[in-house]
């Protein structure tokens, strides 16, 4: 379902190059969980949004379904991303100044009505949350609501960064405990952090180092 080949990724900055991912192959099988784990700074960020179709490769090929992501115009990977794919962020990136359905129906407003929306949050405990705006929200309410942003179309793959970064244990228990529902329901999961959380969910964990793939 996801392949990374030979993924190599080099940002320019004014102080000269910084290689983010050196040589990267990956393959994740549709319906699989999979943390890729490393600590801050070996290239975890700049891989997931490598794969989400938000940071085109410096060389290698991206590839979801066998189509080459960046070989796609910006309007067709636009389209994959946002049909198939459902991202998860560390600061959750909820808009402040919306109540928590309308956020989970944001990209979707016209494609997913609002009952959809409402059983997906009854279903991640935010029924009674679904009016409130982000900032009357614990930490773990949030990312419960980010989730549900990112589940709200059915996506194929769910790509997760540091999902758990902010989060007490018992929430970030919570959190990866919906995660492994989305996988058990047929969904992939690639999940990236540098703690070790996550790992009894997960069908493979690929180390990450200094932008090598550790053996
Ligand atoms: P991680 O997610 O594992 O913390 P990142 O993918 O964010 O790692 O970063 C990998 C490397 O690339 C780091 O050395 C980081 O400083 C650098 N980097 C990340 N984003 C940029 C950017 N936009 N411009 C320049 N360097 C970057």
Known sequence: MIRLENVTKTYRT???PV????NVSIEVA???FVVVRGPSGCGK?????MIG????????AVLLDDA????LSQRERNRLRATRVGFVFQMFHLVPYLTVIENVLLPNARAVGRDR????LEQLGLADRALHRPGELSAGEKQRAALARALIHRPAIVL?????????PENAAGVFGHLADYHKSGGTVVVVTHGGDGDVHADRVICLRAGCIEA
Request: avoid cysteine; hydrophobic fraction near 40%.
């Open 14 to 16: 004014r102080r000269g």
């Open 19 to 22: 290689n983010a991912l050196d």
């Open 30 to 32: 549709r319906g699989e």
């Open 45 to 49: 960020s700049t891989l997931l949004l």
């Open 53 to 60: 179709g938000m940071l085109r490769p410096s060389s290698g």
């Open 68 to 71: 080459d992501v960046y070989a």
């Open 117 to 120: 929306a409402l059983a997906l």
């Open 160 to 168: 997760a960064d540091e999902p758990t970064g902010n989060l007490d």
